[in-house]
C-alpha cells in the first residue's frame, strides 16, 4: 500500500509520518510504502509515475489549493483515498465536495490517527477483492478498484475499467454482476452498474464518472440510487 503526506509545514510531515512507521511495527497483514512532500506540484509529479493508495493531504499548500489537488487526484485515480488535514473547521465542507475519505483536524491526536488509518487499510484490502471476467481477450482478472461501470446489451457485456473497455458474453458473468451489487456497485439503469467509487459528480440524475463518461440514472433506479450512494458517502466518513 502507497501512501503519500503532503502538507508545507515540516513539524505535521514528521508528525505523520512517525505515526505511520510506529503502527508499522505492530502491523503486518500489508506492506506500507510512505513519501512525503511540502509541495503539491512536487507530489504530483510522482503521482503520475506511481499512484498512491492513501493521501494525507494538507488543505492549506502554499503552492495549491488542498481542494483543487483532491479533484486532480481523483481525475487520475478515483480510488485514491484522502484524509485532509487541517487546523480550522470552517474548510471541512470543502471535504465532502471531493468524495475525502475523511478530515482531521491538526493538531492530530493519536487514537484516531490510527483508527482512521486502520480503516483505511481495511478499505484498501477491501478493494484488491478480485473477480476473473471472461473477455474477448481471454480471461482476465480485474480488481474491485479497476472496475469503472459494467453494461449489457442482449447477451453480451462491456466493462469499463481503468485498463479499458473489454467485451465479452453476459451469460458468462451473471453471478459476478449479482455478486458485486455487494460490494461497491449500484444499479443506475436496467443495464448499467457503477462502481459508486468512481463516480467524481453527481448532477440530479446525471452521473460523471472518473473516465469522463457521463451516465444517467432511470426514474425508476434514482430513490434506490440516492439511499445507496448516501449511504456510501457517510460508511467512508
Partial sequence: MRIAVIDDETFY?????SKIENFKQSFHDIDIEVDIFTQGKEFLDSFEEHPYDLIYLDIELNDI?????????HEKKASTMIIFMTSHMSYIHQSYVVN????????LK??????ELKRAIKHYQYMQKAFVFPTSQGRIIFNLSEIIYLETAYKNYKIHTTRGVY????KAVNSIRKALLDYTFVKIQRSFIVNMEHIVKVDNILLYMSDESMLMVSKKRYKEFKRRFYQF???KK
Fill in 13 to 17: 510531515i514528521q508528525d505523520v509520518y
Fill in 65 to 73: 489549493n488542498g481542494v483543487h489537488l483532491a479533484h486532480m487526484i
Fill in 100 to 107: 475525502a475519505f475523511q478530515y482531521l483536524t491538526k493538531p
Fill in 110 to 115: 493519536d487514537p484516531l490517527f490510527t483508527y
Fill in 167 to 170: 467485451y465479452g458474453s453476459l
Fill in 233 to 235: 458517502l457517510a460508511d
